[in-house]
């Protein structure tokens, strides 16, 4: 029986859940639970949204930084080890997050929680996604996605029904941070026990060949670091976005559930549109669909902004990465795990500007509207690019 037989054969639930759930620790809590709980630590701490992109973007170099490191060999074998490690490390970064109120630290601990939610969404996927691949399962790649948006979902109604104003000396944002951290224990604990030793195929074993960069893989490898900048503005202001002009936290708490319930289950629904648009086309669909989405965040009044804007974020931003992945994937089919890093990195390198330029143009001008149109500006210009070389990106992705 053959390696891919084996794997056929065998139940991919517990690695599928074991995916979603790291993903959710990684993703939906050490690096998306920071937006829910901006807010309160601008109210509490006085933060400007200047102070606030300097944080967001700490994080974004760290992941960055994460991301090159794991595209070199000295990982192979080890997959397991270092991504249980990284959501380890992912907890007790969350809980250090509450127990100061440094501006200093804050973007320290960022950083290294960065690296670890990088190390984790590489070393985790390489495990999980090969292992889909093997049993010809795309159930596989849709809940271990869809556990961001779980995460998401999650981190949001534990923010709001923790009490906004505190517990005795503990104030809410930190209460929000404490949270996460329990929780991320909790779900590295259920991975430890779910997650399989090593990718298929003995995959970790190879090492791959030098990453040959042609002109498709250069063009996907570019809009996917623009869409990092587009989309990481929304993603990392929503919630204080909604939070303007609003009498209550049902707003922001609303906006927030929806971006992470629409995107649990946006790769599993996107799928459906693969065989009549290709990976590449649906790729082009999202991008355009969450530029339109930021157009709506600043056309329509509040609250149907936010939530609408939550839902056309949470509805594109895991699919496209997912499936931009799986471009690059089958464009650099001697070196994956190499074109994953590196498109990983550029993705990063957009997600640390994105919070810096937003920042600055919105202490500016008193709103985020004018970066939010600048980000769908950058996401148009991505799906402009991506048609024009449709076809020679389709040709060589087979």
Known sequence: MSSADTFRNESLVPTAVAGAIAMAVAMGFGRFSYTPILPGMMTGLALSPADAGIIASANFVGYLLGAVAAGYGWAAGRERLISLSALIATAILLLAMG????????????FLAGVAS???????????????????NPHVQSTHFGGVGIGIA??????????????????????????????????????AMLLPHGPAVGASSVKEKPLVWTRPLVVVTVTYGLFGFGYVITATFLV???????TDHTVEFLAWLITGLSSAVSVFLWRYAVPRLGIVGVYLAGLLVEAIGLILVVALPSPAAPLIGGLMLGATFIMVTAYGLQIGRALA???????????????????????????????????????????AGVLLFCAALIGVEMRRIVAASG
């Open 154 to 191: 999650v981190s949001s109604v534990m923010v709001f029904l923790l009490p906004a104003q505190g517990v005795g000396d503990v104030a809410g944002w930190q209460a929000a941070w404490f949270g996460g951290a329990m929780i991320a224990f909790a779900g590295t604990a259920i991975v």
């Open 99 to 110: 127990l100061t109120s440094s501006l200093l630290l804050f973007p320290v601990i960022r």
């Open 333 to 375: 089919p001697q070196s994956p795990r190499k074109a994953l890093a590196f498109m990983t990195a550029a993705f990063g390198v957009g997600q640390i500007i994105g919070p810096l330029v937003a920042g600055w143009l919105a202490q500016g001008s008193g709103s985020f509207a004018v970066p939010t149109l600048l980000a």
């Open 240 to 246: 204080a976005m909604a939070r303007q002009g609003a």
């Open 118 to 136: 990088a190390f984790t969404m590489i070393f985790t996927s390489a495990i999980v996604l090969s292992r889909g691949l093997a049993a010809g």
